[in-house]
């Protein structure tokens, strides 16, 4: 008796497909790596080993995987043992021992995850690297910054945008903390709780280039962190691209102004002859929220699912997986575009800085310093100057009444204090907008990406080194 076609449409041939032109390489990976680890532990014979090896490699080089669901099997598994079996006969199921598709599986989807990790991780440490380069050329370039929404006081470009890629690192830091969970192989729980074989689980592993083997045979078939951490930190890496993303708009509109881009990044509007569209900041923020919704569905997939191997730990969520890496790859090209072409309108920071107060908090801070007063009534007197709408007459005045003496600087003076230029040069506490503190910003930036730099090569060369290991040693198999 068949499948129901229903079930056949919108299941089974879904997988197939997914399966067939999805996870090929890493379902050859780990049947080579199995058959390598029964041949060294003597579980299969030399002469087994050898002749499936050579089937193996045949189905290599001559299967063609139909375009549409072959009938008589339920997936590629089957299909792909059933060719085993024409080639070769009964010793085809010789491939299968001490092994099910519970612990087969989760790790070709392990194998997968990690391939778009690391390329995902790659990308992300270029855009790294052509931020820094963005942001040592941008220190001097002057920015107001906002709180509540309000102008709150200068910075620069370069405060702004290292913010922004300290969050990003730490999303990639999370990542990395997630890859350890990923790397780990479980080949060799077989359907639950191992086997009565003599299996070697590490030589698999080794095999495969993971880290080590799942600690507990149970967890290897039934978690979903595999899936569902790396999830949660592609999502917080989203948020914040959101978030500046909102916040780069805001800063770009009309009403604002400091912020531009060149023409390349802008579109013009069909009926009205003045507009001039930042819309990349709008896509960039669609597909954000888009692959968001990919990784947000994966963590909530497994609300209140038993604690068991079912089939959400299966293929069909990963292609919700694959969509969102799929978006936020060509979300961080449009980014970096982003990023390392917008400029600042100076004469615009210089307007909006002055006229609305952004520099008087180093006014009331030079009126504590210069005059030995407390910051409290520096503050009254400051405020007293802003709601006079900034003369020097009512500051001076406010001064005199609250201090009971007149107020030593000179009008030069207090417009240097006020100066945009002058409030940022005097921030040279770590982590503040000068150059000689922005120095130690990026100095951390950098130490930042070096360390996930070497732990992501130090992946990939174990990976590329065991892949050879497996290429070597499934060969020698006769």
């Known amino acids: 008796m068949g499948f129901s076609p229903i079930y056949s449409k919108h299941v089974l041939e879904k997988s197939y497909k997914h399966w067939a032109t999805t996870f090929l390489d890493e379902f050859g990976r780990q049947n080579k790596a199995h058959l390598i680890m ?27 995987i139909p375009g549409e669901f072959p009938e008589g099997v339920e997936d590629l598994f089957f299909y792909y043992e059933k060719q085993l079996e024409l080639l070769l006969g009964e010793k085809a199921g010789s491939l299968h021992t001490a092994r099910s598709r519970n612990d087969m599986d989760t790790t070709v989807f392990r194998l997968y995850v990690r391939k778009l990790m690391i390329s995902l991780i790659k990308q992300m440490l270029l855009l790294a690297g052509a931020l820094i380069e963005k942001i040592r050329a941008s220190r001097e370039q002057l920015l107001v910054l906002y709180t509540h929404g309000q102008p709150a006081q200068v910075s620069t470009l370069a405060h702004y945008l290292s913010s922004f890629l300290i969050e990003f690192l730490e999303g990639l830091e999370g990542l990395n903390a997630s890859m350890r969970v990923v790397n780990q192989c479980p080949l060799g729980a077989a359907a639950i709780t191992t086997t009565g074989f003599n299996i070697d689980r590490q030589l698999v592993s080794d095999l495969l280039g993971f880290e080590r083997p799942v600690p507990n045979s149970y967890q290897a078939i039934v978690t979903s962190h595999w899936l569902t951490y790396p999830s949660m930190w592609f999502k917080s890496i989203l948020n914040d691209i959101t978030r500046l993303m909102a916040d780069m708009g805001h800063k770009a509109s009309c009403e604002v102004g400091m912020l531009s881009f060149p023409d390349e990044l802008v579109q013009v509007s069909s009926i009205m002859p003045q507009k001039r569209n930042p819309v990349i900041i709008e896509h960039i923020r669609i597909q954000s929220g888009m692959a968001a919704g990919d990784f947000q569905s994966l963590i909530d997939l497994f609300h209140n699912v038993s604690y068991q191997d079912v089939n959400e730990v299966a293929d069909a969520p990963i292609t919700s997986f694959t969509r969102g890496c799929e978006t936020l790859s060509g979300l961080l090209e449009l980014l970096e575009e982003t990023l390392l072409k917008v ?11 002055i006229a609305t107060g952004t520099t008087t908090t180093e006014l009331a801070d030079e009126l504590v310093r210069r005059e030995a007063i407390s910051f409290r009534t520096a503050h009254v007197v400051t405020s007293a100057f802003v709601k006079s709408g900034y003369s020097f007459e009512t ?16 009008d030069l003076e207090l417009r240097k204090v006020l100066s945009p230029r002058h409030f940022v040069q005097v921030r040279n506490v770590p982590g503040g907008p000068s150059i000689s503190a922005m120095e130690s910003v990026i100095t951390f930036i950098e130490e930042k990406v070096k360390i996930i730099t070497d732990s ?6 174990n990976i590329v080194e065991r892949e050879e290991q497996l290429s070597i040693e499934f060969n020698g198999l006769g």
């Not at 029964?38 to 063609?64: F, H, P, V």
């Not at 400029?343 to 800085?353: G, L, N, Q, Y």
């Not at 992501?456 to 060369?461: D, E, P, S």
Request: a positive charge; zero cysteines.
């Open 38 to 64: 029964l041949a060294r532990q003597g579980i299969i014979d030399s002469k087994t080993a050898s002749a499936l090896k050579k089937s193996m490699s045949k189905l290599d080089s001559t299967m063609e």
């Open 343 to 353: 400029s600042v309108d100076e004469r615009k920071v210089d307007d909006i800085a």
């Open 395 to 410: 500051l001076r005045r406010k001064f005199s009444e609250l201090v009971g003496r007149a107020l030593e600087m000179s």
């Open 456 to 461: 992501l090569n130090g992946l990939i060369k």
